[in-house]
């Protein structure tokens, strides 16, 4: 059985960085894809990056230039690095993996982020 594994979340001031990690048990080979979603309270999930295989990825527009999506050479593990961080960033944060195209398959079970002064 897959399960997806966060770690890294935590409370910070605005401005400051924070690394979010997140590890696949029970599977060694690589994902389609890896992504990390976000919802903040009283939100729908959203995306926030994604990662392909194949090294393609994907931003939300309100994180460009500040978060970089990677992932191991096996392609079962996805990184989340978050720099100038803001308020507006606080939400909890799930990791997912993808076999395919069709969404999403396993989600891990949030970490949570709070950006506070």
């Known amino acids: 059985q897959v399960r997806l594994i966060e770690s890294g979340g935590g409370l910070v001031q605005p401005g400051a960085s924070l690394r979010l990690s997140c590890a696949a048990s029970?599977?060694?080979?690589?994902?389609?894809?890896m992504g990390w979603f976000r919802q903040a309270p009283g939100k729908e999930r959203d995306i926030v990056a994604s990662i392909r295989l194949n090294g393609n990825t994907y931003y939300t527009d309100s994180v460009k230039g500040r978060f970089t999506v990677s992932r191991n050479k096996a392609g079962n593990s996805v990184y989340l690095q978050m720099h100038n961080l803001e308020p507006e960033d606080t939400a909890v944060y799930y990791c997912?993996?993808?076999?395919?195209?069709?969404?999403?398959?396993?989600w891990g079970q949030g970490t949570q982020v709070t950006v506070s002064s």
């Open positions: 997912a993996a993808s076999l395919g195209r069709d969404g999403y398959d396993y």
């Open positions: 029970g599977r060694t080979t690589g994902f389609y894809a």
